[in-house]
């Protein structure tokens, strides 16, 4: 067991690994890789590593707050510690007895364990086109797919 704490501390110091030698991965900084890191899952495709705490960006995707089950601040882009409040007017975590300063969250990754998922672009009840295409008729009145996202039909 020590060994491989020790194969995986050689790999960080040389090379910056965060990928150990069983697959898992190291915290950043971290030298222990006896047992793997678990990403924690934010939706289907995004996560947050092991520690941290998925909270929604401004733009609707996820970011990852540094902190185990943080509280996710209104304004999208901070977090506090599990129990205290966002107090966004003076940049700190509340708790009424403590105020420390707001934490930054820090950008999430994709999910190793999840393979993406093509969705149709549905024509009728029983024609679909793959993602990516429209829809269309062709001079048959049959469905046929463009491969174009938004595409333009002009009547002349």
Same mark, same amino acid.
């Given at each position: 067991? $020590?060994? @491989?704490? #020790? =194969?995986? @501390?050689?790999?960080?110091?040389? #090379?910056?690994?965060?990928?150990?030698?069983?697959? &898992?991965?190291? $915290?950043?900084?971290?030298?222990?890789?006896?047992?793997?890191?678990? %990403? #924690?899952?934010?939706? &289907? !495709? !995004?996560?947050?590593?092991?520690?941290? /705490?998925?909270?929604?960006? *401004? $733009?609707?995707?996820?970011?990852?707050?540094?902190? /185990?089950?943080?509280?996710?601040?209104?304004? +999208?882009? +901070?977090?506090?510690?599990?129990? *205290?409040?966002?107090?966004?007017?003076? *940049?700190?975590? %509340?708790?009424?007895?403590?105020? =420390?300063?707001?934490?930054?969250?820090?950008?999430?990754?994709?999910?190793?364990?999840? *393979?993406? $998922?093509?969705?149709?672009?549905?024509?009728?009840?029983? +024609?679909?086109?793959?993602?990516?295409? !429209?829809?269309?008729?062709?001079?048959?009145?049959?469905?046929?797919?463009?491969?174009?996202?938004?595409?333009?039909?002009?009547?002349?």
């Amino acid at each position: 067991m $020590q060994s @491989w704490a #020790v =194969v995986c @501390w050689v790999l960080v110091v040389l #090379v910056g690994a965060d990928e150990c030698p069983d697959g &898992g991965r190291c $915290q950043e900084g971290g030298t222990c890789c006896s047992s793997p890191v678990k %990403d #924690v899952p934010c939706d &289907g !495709t !995004t996560g947050c590593p092991d520690g941290t /705490t998925c909270c929604k960006t *401004q $733009q609707g995707g996820w970011a990852c707050c540094p902190l /185990t089950e943080a509280v996710c601040c209104e304004d +999208h882009l +901070h977090c506090c510690p599990k129990g *205290q409040k966002c107090n966004l007017a003076a *940049q700190t975590c %509340d708790d009424g007895l403590l105020s =420390v300063p707001l934490a930054k969250k820090i950008p999430s990754i994709p999910r190793k364990d999840v *393979q993406l $998922q093509v969705k149709d672009v549905p024509c009728d009840p029983t +024609h679909a086109c793959p993602d990516g295409n !429209t829809c269309c008729k062709n001079t048959a009145d049959i469905w046929a797919c463009c491969p174009l996202n938004e595409l333009i039909l002009l009547a002349i």
